[in-house]
């Protein structure tokens, strides 16, 4: 899963909502309390915290964290995967940003020009 060792380094890139599914979300918190009460990381730890907590299901289950497990590539690179995932989040935001500022650019509700510009201006700095 990860090397335990690694984690401050991964946990300067990125947060659990960086990543696109509940279940990596879910994945990732455990993993990042599990590490906050001195714990290590493995598949064993992570299923048997994600069951406690009654999350293991909507983290995809024990088969589909062994899959993670077994298909992982090796921690080696785990920064670059991690910045991988930062950079895919940032876009999503945009993606998300840009639709907003359209739907308030096709209802206006009243608003001016200037108004709706200061509303985007917030929403993208």
Not at 1 to 27: P, Q
Not at 39 to 51: G, M, N, R, S, V
Not at 53 to 75: Q, V
Request: charged content about 30%; glycine content about 6%; hydrophobic content about 40%.
């Amino acid at each position: 899963m990860l090397d335990n060792c690694r984690w401050d380094e991964v946990a300067d890139r990125i947060v659990a909502d960086d990543f696109y599914t509940s279940a990596h979300r879910e994945i990732f918190s455990e993993m990042e309390r599990l590490l906050s009460h001195g714990k290590p990381i493995d598949l064993i730890t992570l299923a048997e915290a994600l069951e406690q907590n009654g999350k293991l299901e909507r983290a995809g289950g024990f088969a589909y964290l062994a899959e993670m497990s077994k298909n992982t590539p090796s921690a080696a690179n785990i920064c670059a995967y991690a910045d991988i995932v930062r950079e895919r989040a940032v876009v999503r935001e945009m993606i998300s940003v840009a639709n907003e500022i359209a739907e308030a650019g096709y209802a206006q509700d009243g608003r001016g020009s200037n108004e709706l510009l200061d509303m985007a201006e917030r929403r993208v700095f």
